[in-house]
């Protein structure tokens, strides 16, 4: 069975950083691109970032590029997402899952809420 474990996220004043982490089971975690997507109330989950099944390769969206940072541990089976200079835009729930395909599977995402 597929699971993707998103780590708890958490309140986070703007221009902090947090740390998402995401372990995942049921399939053989360094054959896929992993991706990172982000959802808000009444929108469709958004892609913001992915990487490569070896880890050289990432991509961002132009909303996050160059304030996050995604990377992995294959021997962990877990994709992180480190977010910097966090903006209340970046308020959503996070999700991870594969790519370009993702799995029908998702996990419950964690929350991630930016405010003063």
């Known amino acids: 069975q597929v699971r993707f474990v998103e780590s708890r996220g958490g309140l986070v004043q703007p221009g902090g950083s947090l740390r998402l982490s995401c372990v995942v089971s049921g399939f053989t975690f360094n054959h896929y691109g992993m991706r990172w997507y982000r959802q808000t109330p009444g929108t469709e989950r958004r892609l913001i970032a992915t990487i490569s099944d070896g880890g050289l390769i990432t991509t961002y969206a132009d909303s996050v590029r160059g304030r996050f940072t995604i990377s992995r541990d294959n021997d962990k089976n877990t994709v992180y997402l480190t977010m910097t200079n966090l903006k209340p835009d970046d308020t959503a729930v996070y999700y991870c899952?594969?790519?370009?395909?993702?799995?029908?599977?998702w996990g419950q995402g964690t929350q991630v809420s930016v405010s003063s």
């Open positions: 899952n594969t790519g370009p395909t993702p799995f029908d599977d």
